[in-house]
C-alpha cells in the first residue's frame, strides 16, 4: 500500500506511483522534483555518519524542517556498505533521537 523506491529518478518514481523514495543520503538530489516524499538516510559512512553529535545534529535538522521519517544505517553489515559492527551500531542508535 505504501510504495516506496529507490535510486530512482524524478521521471521514474511517478510511473509505480511512489509515496516516497531514497537515495543512501540526506538530501534529495533533486529538490525540485515533487514525485514522492524524499525519506533521508544515514547511511553510516566513515567520518561524520558514525559519530553521535552528527547523527543527533542531523536529526534534529531533519525534525525542525518537517520531516518525520529517517533511515539509518545501510546493510551495516556489509563491506561493501556501511560496514559498521555491531557494536557501533547499537551505540550509535540512541543518537536518531536526537537532542545530543
Known amino acids: 500500500r505504501y510504495k516506496g523506491v529507490a535510486n530512482s529518478t524524478c521521471g521514474d518514481r511517478g510511473i509505480p506511483r511512489s509515496i516516497w523514495y531514497y537515495d543512501w ?3 534529495p538530489e533533486e529538490p525540485s522534483c515533487t514525485a514522492g516524499g524524499f525519506v533521508p538516510m544515514i547511511w553510516g559512512h566513515a567520518g ?4 553521535a553529535s552528527w547523527i543527533a545534529n542531523t536529526i534534529n535538522s531533519f525534525v525542525s524542517s518537517g520531516r518525520k521519517y529517517v533511515l ?3 546493510e551495516p553489515d556489509n563491506a561493501t556498505q556501511s560496514n559498521i559492527t555491531v557494536a557501533s551500531a547499537i551505540s550509535l542508535w540512541p543518537s536518531f533521537a536526537g537532542n545530543p
Open 25 to 27: 543520503v540526506t538530501a
Open 72 to 74: 539509518g544505517f545501510n
Open 48 to 51: 561524520n555518519e558514525q559519530t
